[in-house]
């Protein structure tokens, strides 16, 4: 059974930092694109940033300067370092799995809710 299991979501002052990790079972964590995605309330869901194994990490223009992504194979989890946050990036931030290296399906987390408020 594949699980992705986010953390480290919670309540944080604008211009302040969180660290957002996924930890991920059920699959060969290597052969998978594992990205971070967020959904804020009413709107739709959006790709934050996604790293390939052994590949450059792509952001989204919001993203660029302030968050940073990264992954460790040997522990099959990926973490999102969000710093300088703002009100508009309070979402619910989706961990997700794309195979690259072989053909199967895509997974999600059940999603960590960060919200950036004063």
């Known amino acids: 059974q594949v699980q992705l299991v986010e953390s480290g979501g919670g309540l944080v002052r604008p211009g302040g930092s969180l660290r957002l990790s996924c930890a991920a079972s059920?699959?060969?964590?290597?052969?998978?694109?594992m990205g971070w995605y967020r959904q804020a309330p009413g709107k739709h869901r959006e790709l934050v940033a996604k790293?390939?194994?052994?590949?450059?990490?792509t952001y989204a223009d919001s993203a660029k300067g302030r968050f940073t992504i990264s992954r460790d194979n040997a522990r099959k989890t990926v973490d999102l370092q969000m710093n300088s946050l703002k009100t508009e990036d309070t979402a619910v931030y989706y961990c997700?799995?794309?195979?690259?290296?072989?053909?199967?399906?895509?997974?999600w987390g059940q999603g960590t809710k960060v919200n950036v408020s004063s």
């Open positions: 059920g699959i060969i964590f290597s052969f998978y694109t």
């Open positions: 997700n799995a794309v195979p690259s290296l072989i053909v199967g399906s895509e997974y």
């Open positions: 790293i390939p194994s052994g590949g450059t990490p």
